[in-house]
């Protein structure tokens, strides 16, 4: 996939299972702050090759597609996006998820991320629309959302149970406009 600004996406492997142990081990606190509860095996290697392999065969079925973010100079995974849900038909639309390593934050790889998974869900996937729900109070992804050309839609009441409580999401989308 086309790298930019010292980052590149491409979808995510069995072989990335170590380097995504490593990066979920390593940010937990951080990422339990956003995310559902999490059981044990899902911090190990074999829960995380089952993650992977269940993308890959979701990728299969044309309803999501994860992709590792990697830094450029040294191929070393950082984070991940995903487009979720995917729904054809008369919808074309799907949810866009991302996280990245507490340490890269500030520097524009998540921007860019989701730039590049929006040009890969309107060229490749051919979707007319993706969506996204943030919590209100996480500024730093709505920023993310925004300046990759997202705009804000309304607030989703207690929509997704986050860390163990029902929480508002604020849902931002991006159109394309050329299908």
């Known amino acids: 996939m086309e790298k930019k600004r010292g980052i590149y996406i491409k979808l995510l492997e069995v072989s990335d299972a170590e380097e995504m142990v490593k990066l979920e081990n390593q940010n937990r606190d951080f990422f339990q702050l956003y995310t559902p509860l999490?059981?044990?095996?899902?911090?190990?290697?074999?829960?995380?090759?089952?993650?992977?392999?269940?993308?890959?065969?979701q990728a299969n079925q044309d309803s999501c597609f994860s992709f590792g973010i990697f830094l450029s100079e040294n191929n070393h995974l950082i984070g991940n996006v995903t487009l979720s849900e995917i729904a054809r038909g008369n919808y074309q639309s799907?949810?866009?998820?991302?996280?990245?390593?507490?340490?890269?934050?500030?520097?524009?790889?998540?921007t860019e991320s989701v730039k590049l998974a929006v040009q890969f869900g309107f060229n490749e996937l051919k979707l007319h629309r993706?969506?996204?729900?943030?919590?209100?109070h996480?500024?730093?992804?709505?920023?993310?959302?925004?300046?990759?050309?997202?705009?804000r839609?309304?607030?989703?009441k207690e929509n997704v149970k986050?860390?163990?409580?029902?929480?508002?999401?604020l849902t931002l989308a991006i159109v394309n406009n050329r299908n």
């Open 38 to 57: 999490r059981d044990e095996r899902f911090y190990t290697i074999e829960g995380q090759v089952e993650r992977i392999q269940k993308y890959i065969s």
């Open 162 to 169: 986050i860390n163990g409580k029902w929480e508002d999401h």
């Open 153 to 156: 839609e309304g607030i989703a």
């Open 94 to 110: 799907c949810w866009i998820g991302y996280y990245l390593d507490k340490k890269h934050n500030g520097k524009g790889y998540m």
């Open 138 to 151: 996480n500024k730093g992804s709505i920023k993310v959302l925004e300046k990759a050309g997202f705009h």
């Open 130 to 136: 993706i969506e996204a729900g943030v919590m209100p």
